[in-house]
């Protein structure tokens, strides 16, 4: 069983395109994140819920946009696509102060 | 503010040489210690992890580290490299805040193993 999964794992796209990717998490987590991984492996954190509310907002576009319709879930929607958009962007869950368990990561690449 | 730091971008290491990576941390409360491993095009595994409990925390595949708490280090080492461990591996921090349990992470050190 999966415990993190995302869906699509690869996105090229061009753009001004709008894209949207999906994650579940089927840990009983109450917490939910979105990283964005660029081309030097460097981790950066995009967004955070607990329990469907935002919790954690970084300095993120806002052409980027989280949904967390349940605490199973959170997806991401990208508007207006650009060039630097392009990376690996990872879902993630954890409980409490534990380990984060992480998706295995979603491709986009903008052309 | 929380910082991870972790010594080197790129370490590289003969097979069956000790594999040591080196992290060290910032935090003024004891804070929760992973490191993770992240092999191409794979998401993040966890390694092994520190939670208060003994200081020499045992992991996945003979790997190991020790929370030295003076030195505020969390470093990770390994025996005896194999051609496996090629990867790149992560050091990361958990502690509380006004916004839950924060995660920083480290940026991350690149281990190729030379046959």
């Known amino acids: 069983d999966t415990a993190v999964s995302q869906t699509p794992k690869y996105l090229v796209t061009q753009m001004g395109n709008d894209k949207s990717i999906k994650c579940e998490q089927n840990l009983g987590h109450d917490t939910m994140y979105w990283y964005k991984q660029d081309s030097k492996k460097f981790l950066k954190i995009m967004f955070s819920y607990n329990n469907k509310e935002l919790i954690i907002n970084e300095t993120v576009p806002n052409r980027f946009s989280p949904k967390s319709p349940d605490k199973a879930h959170l997806n991401l929607h990208i508007n207006s696509l650009e060039l630097g958009d392009s990376a690996v962007y990872f879902c993630?869950?954890?409980?409490?102060?534990?380990?984060?368990?992480f998706g295995e990561g979603s491709r986009l690449t903008v052309l | 503010a929380q910082s991870v730091t972790q010594l080197g971008s790129h370490v590289s290491v003969s097979e069956g040489a000790l594999v040591l990576l080196r992290c060290n941390y910032s935090?003024?409360?004891?804070?929760?210690l992973f490191w993770y491993v992240q092999y191409p095009n794979q998401g993040l595994q966890l390694l092994l992890k520190?939670?208060?409990?003994?200081?020499l925390v045992k992991g996945i595949n003979d790997f190991e580290a020790e929370f030295k708490k003076s030195e505020t280090s969390f470093h990770l080492t390994k025996p005896s490299a194999h051609m496996s461990d090629a990867a790149e591996y992560f050091c990361a921090v958990s502690e509380p805040s006004n916004t839950g349990n924060q995660f920083y992470f480290g940026t991350g050190t690149s281990l190729t193993v030379i046959p």
């Open positions: 935090s003024s409360v004891p804070p929760y």
């Open positions: 520190y939670t208060s409990a003994a200081t």
């Open positions: 993630a869950s954890r409980s409490g102060p534990r380990e984060l368990f």
